[in-house]
T-cell receptor, first 113, second 115 residues
Framework: DQQVKQNSPSLSVQEGRISILNCDYT??????FLWYKKYPAEGPTFLIS?????DKNEDGRFTVFLNKSAKHLSLHIVPSQPGDSAVYFC????????????FGSGTQLTVLP | ETGVTQSPTHLIKTRGQQVTLRCSSQ?????VSWYQQALGQGPQFIFQ???????GRGNFPPRFSGLQFPNYSSELNVNALELDDSALYLC??????????????FGPGTRLTVL
């Protein structure tokens, strides 16, 4: 039972345009959400996060939107750059001492020059 | 400030053997989590250590065990290796405590191949 789902395995976008990556979750106990970017042969790199008390968080070119009623979050990258090409993972954590991260299966973003 | 480091980078073992993977946390972090990432999937939580005590465990059998040392470095031990244990093993460190915004920072991983 996948609690965090990224239904698009891949996405291609033209350089300079907007990239929108989507993520759905099923566990109502999740209260903190993160996006990580992963290049081949490297560990995931933290990008941006959002808590359940907010519906939007911005950091430079990256914006994360959270729709709690729909249990959906999205990552917007504007403008997209070729260096953004990587696998993007959505992750969620809930209350509890461990605050373990539950990851989606990832979306491969390719930004075309 | 140094980031999270892991050793070795790659490892090849045979079925039934035992393996130890190592992780050094980011400076100032007292919590370490281990994840297994199979090919084409997202990382899966194995367990977490906070101040040298196991602080949570995912759905992994007891042959996966760990240690955290006083300097907050950590080991992941896997006994009786199975072919399905072939994966990228990721270590992540964080500040720990009760702050729900505690972000985990990952190392580059150890690629384990079991033949």
């Amino acid at each position: 039972d996948q609690q965090v789902k990224q239904n698009s395995p891949s996405l291609s976008v033209q350089e300079g345009r907007i990239s929108i990556l989507n993520c759905d979750y099923t566990n109502s106990m999740f209260d903190y959400f993160l996006w990580y970017k992963k290049y081949p042969a490297e560990g995931p790199t933290f990008l941006i996060s959002i808590s359940s008390i907010k519906d939007k968080n911005e950091d430079g070119r990256f914006t994360v939107f959270l729709n709690k009623s729909a249990k959906h979050l999205s990552l917007h990258i504007v403008p997209s750059q070729p260096g953004d090409s990587a696998v993007y993972f959505c992750a969620a954590s809930g209350s509890g001492s461990a605050r373990q991260l539950t990851f989606g299966s990832g979306t491969q973003l390719t930004v075309l020059p | 400030e140094t980031g999270v480091t892991q050793s070795p980078t790659h490892l090849i073992k045979t079925r039934g053997q035992q393996v130890t993977l190592r992780c050094s946390s980011q400076s100032g972090h007292n919590t370490v989590s281990w994840y297994q990432q199979a090919l084409g999937q997202g990382p899966q939580f194995i367990f977490q250590y906070y101040r040298e005590e196991e602080n949570g465990r995912g759905n992994f059998p007891p042959r996966f065990s760990g240690l955290q040392f006083p300097n907050y470095s950590s080991e992941l031990n896997v006994n009786a290796l199975e072919l399905d244990d072939s994966a990228l093993y990721l270590c992540a460190s964080s500040l720990g405590g009760l702050d729900y915004t505690d972000t985990q920072y990952f190392g580059p991983g150890t690629r384990l191949t079991v033949l």
